[in-house]
């Protein structure tokens, strides 16, 4: 039978050695303490971590106060200090009355409402409310600027009064 050879393979693993309990409760410890330090340092996030460190000599000068640097008089004043008072704008600009009575005239919302109500048809409240108001605007406005509906109607009853005397009188 032949021998066998003995062929030098490197290193042979040593034998693995139980390890006793101070061992293993020591390096739990050691584990542990690493772990301890791991992350960030202690107020890295209130102070910008690593980043605040290179630009430090910007912060320093850069005023770290937020909000109005004025000075306020603390204690008692001699004058009062009165806040100005805004008046509130109106959402519309003012017109004028022949201006605001021309919009309301060529209204299309108005003349569609009172072209239901002259076919005879019944609104909602809140239409008809919408409708008496704007009437009475136009009113408003109309007596305002000295003009009324029965101008127009009147001229014409003046006119035809004048062509009948003419007749009557048997003018040309």
């Known amino acids: 039978m032949k021998k066998p050879t003995s062929a030098p393979r490197g290193k042979a693993p040593a034998k693995n050695r139980r390890k006793t309990r101070e061992d293993l409760n020591?390096?739990?410890r050691d584990r542990k303490r690493e772990k301890k330090h791991?992350?960030?340092?202690?107020?890295?996030?209130?102070?910008?971590?690593?980043?605040?460190?290179?630009?430090k000599k910007q912060?320093?000068?850069?005023?770290p106060r937020i909000?109005?640097?004025?000075?306020i008089a603390l204690g008692v004043t001699d004058a009062p200090v009165t806040k100005k008072q805004h008046k509130p704008q109106s959402e519309?600009?003012?017109?004028?009355p022949q201006a605001e009575l021309d919009m309301l005239e060529t209204d299309e919302r108005l003349d569609a409402l009172l072209e239901r109500l002259e076919e005879g048809e019944t609104l909602n409240a809140e239409e008809q409310s919408w409708v008496d108001a704007k009437l009475d605007?136009?009113?408003?406005?109309?007596?305002?600027?000295?003009?009324?509906?029965?101008?127009d109607e009147e001229e014409d009853e003046d006119d035809g009064?004048?062509?009948?005397?003419?007749l009557l009188k048997g003018g040309n």
């Open 26 to 28: 020591q390096e739990a």
């Open 38 to 55: 791991r992350g960030h340092t202690p107020g890295s996030r209130a102070s910008g971590g690593a980043d605040a460190s290179s630009s």
């Open 59 to 63: 912060q320093q000068q850069k005023d």
């Open 67 to 71: 909000g109005s640097k004025k000075p």
């Open 92 to 96: 519309k600009p003012m017109l004028s």
């Open 137 to 151: 605007r136009i009113d408003e406005l109309m007596q305002q600027l000295g003009l009324s509906y029965d101008d």
């Open 161 to 166: 009064k004048e062509d009948m005397m003419r």
